[in-house]
């Protein structure tokens, strides 16, 4: 489903150069468990970012399912995204002022769906994950665990084939943690490839793959014999 | 998006900052309303004048003493070589084919003293006709009577004005005036018709032509209108009015004639530049308010670094993004013209129901011009930051980061 080859990415830090990725090479088929770990700084949001086509890669090729994306301009990039790819972040970004249903069926806005299919669609994930009594409350109304849950939501209202999250643990306390981990666990054994940046050896472990990084180079790829 | 996604997108934006919103929508509808205001005015002004001169009708010339040089030739001599324009002129003009009728007109201030009360009053020389033309009738009593033009008699009419300042209530026909040295009996008040420009004869008063030129001491005449038999012939019969007062002046031009329609258009053109130079200057007030939606849009672009970060991991395209900030700033203007047109139509129907003389209309090309402006100024300023916006790397949006450092 993706991959990677001799992907490269330096940016300047004021007047040092600092080699986010060095020549990754990597592949991933459809419906693995990743996770992505390593020291801070050593490149895991750079290579998500990318494997999400929100960052442009200096060198190197990347295709997925088999379209070679690092050829596409700007807006075939974002139509990619748009059709094939998920997000989580760590600080959630979600839309202060839109409640969380406004939040979550956002995608199917931005892609002109009309309001009928978005609410059916809206309610069946709501109802999925518990959060049907909170789909009118703010972002601001709800804890760090249901804000979550709302952006799991929102990544995967277009069903996309690949849902990358960095560091989604990472503003929760370990019980909320836990259960943002297992959403995202119950998804992938839906089918979606699910790829996960974390810094807790713990939640990396849970991964069926697991990548390890360091100034920008892939250190280590552990595969569970019984995969 | 659908259109009333984006309609319901931005209006959230909006109602979520109500007083940034507040400011902006302000600015806007001062800037529509003053234009339509100012042009409404310029536009009532100038129909005001209009609808006051159109009175005399535009098959009548006005005959003015003295020449106006426009073409070259020798330089006027000012006064000197004049020749007085008299009833006799007059006269004659009468008897030129194609004349309907000939008023002649003298003008004075002279003191007016009735029942005991003393004014400073203009005084009209005329004879019946120029009521005619100008179609003014009496509310009370009757006009002047028809007289040959040289003969002077006792009699005077009222302008509506000059009742109320001298008389009251009290009832006034039959009563005497002293105009000057001489006494007059009031045969007639004119009717009222409020408010004009020009020559207003409400607060005149008027006698017989003749005993105007006894009061003032004077042969010449003021103007003298001539109403012609039909329309067509004001053309042909400038040429004769002309030799005829050059065969009785001695070999001298020393008129100047005028046509209804000349002096109007004078009047119009000078109105509508008035109109359009006042609605200019306004329309300066909206392109402040299209600076101030500039600055909106970037304060908006700059605080949602994040949220278009945020759009375009979702799949917003370059466009999408382009879109949504420029179609906020047109919701603004259009809510904010909306108010404007609304404000400026409700401040020229207060005034003109203060004041009904004065009519109202705002120019189409004012009211079209001030929305179109409003709309054009807030996509050019908002234009830019909203490219800004769209533009992002998605990368650094996502971080909160507006300037890409390579
Ligand atoms: N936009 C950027 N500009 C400059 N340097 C950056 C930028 N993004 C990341 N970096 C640098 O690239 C390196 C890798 O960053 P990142 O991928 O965020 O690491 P990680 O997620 O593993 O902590 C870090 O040294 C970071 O400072
Ligand atoms: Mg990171």
Sequence with gaps: MIRLQQLCKCYQLGDEPVQALDHVDLEIGAGEYLSVMGPSGSGKSTLLNMLGLLDTPDSGRYWLDDIEVSALGEEARAAERSRRIGFVFQAYHLIERLSARENIELPLVLTGNAPDERRARVDELLQRLGLDRHADHLPNQLSGGQRQRVAIARAVIRKPALLLADEPTGNLDSHSGQGVIELLEELNGEGITLVMVTHDPAMGKRARRRLWMQDGKLIKDEQDAHA | ?406
Aim: glycine fraction near 10%; hydrophobic fraction near 50%.
């Design chain 2, 1 to 406: 998006m659908r259109t009333p996604d984006l309609f319901r997108f931005n209006l959230r934006l909006l109602t979520g900052q109500w007083f940034r919103t507040l400011m902006t929508l302000l600015a806007t509808a001062v800037g529509v309303a003053a234009v339509l205001l100012l042009t409404g005015m310029g536009e009532g002004a100038r129909r005001f004048v209009l609808d006051e001169f159109n009175l005399l009708g535009n098959d009548v010339l006005i005959i003015l003493p003295g020449r106006k040089e426009t073409t070259g030739g020798l330089p006027p001599l000012t006064g000197e070589g004049t020749r007085d324009l008299t009833l006799d002129d007059a006269e004659a003009l009468l008897r030129l084919p194609g004349v309907r009728t000939v008023a002649p007109l003298v003008v004075g201030l002279t003191e007016v003293e009735a029942n005991g009360r003393n004014r400073e009053l203009v005084v009209v020389g005329t004879s019946i006709e120029l009521f005619r033309m100008r179609q003014l009738n009496a509310a009370q009593g009757q006009l002047l009577p028809v007289l040959p033009l040289e003969r002077a008699e006792p009699v005077c009419v009222i302008g509506a004005e000059v009742r109320r300042s001298l008389f009251a209530q009290q009832p006034v026909l039959g009563r005497w005036l002293r105009t000057g040295d001489r006494r007059c009996r009031v045969i007639g008040v004119l009717e009222d018709r409020g408010v004009s420009l020009g020559t207003d004869m409400s607060e005149a008063v008027i006698i017989p032509v003749a005993s105007a030129q006894q009061l003032f001491n004077t042969q010449g005449l003021f103007r003298l209108f001539v109403q012609v038999q039909h329309l067509d012939l004001i053309e042909p019969l400038k040429p004769s009015i002309l030799d005829l007062i050059q065969s009785r002046h001695q070999g001298e031009r020393d008129i100047t004639l005028i046509t209804q329609d000349s002096l109007l258009g004078v009047f119009d053109d000078v109105l509508q530049l008035l109109t359009l130079a006042v609605g200019a200057i306004a329309a300066i007030s909206l392109v402040v308010a299209g600076i101030l939606i500039m600055n909106i849009t970037l304060i908006s672009v700059s605080q949602r670094t994040s949220e278009i970060g945020l759009l375009k991991a979702l799949g917003a395209s370059e466009r999408q993004v382009h879109r949504l900030f420029l179609s906020e700033a047109l919701m603004m203007t259009l809510i904010g013209a909306t108010l404007g047109v609304l404000t400026g139509y409700a401040l020229l129907w207060g005034g003109h129901w203060l004041w009904p003389q004065f009519p109202v209309s705002v120019p189409l090309w004012a009211l079209l011009g001030a929305v179109l402006l409003a709309i054009g100024v807030a996509l050019v300023f908002a234009w830019l930051p909203a490219r800004k916006a769209a533009r992002l790397p998605p990368v650094l949006a996502l971080k909160g980061m507006t300037d890409a450092q390579h």
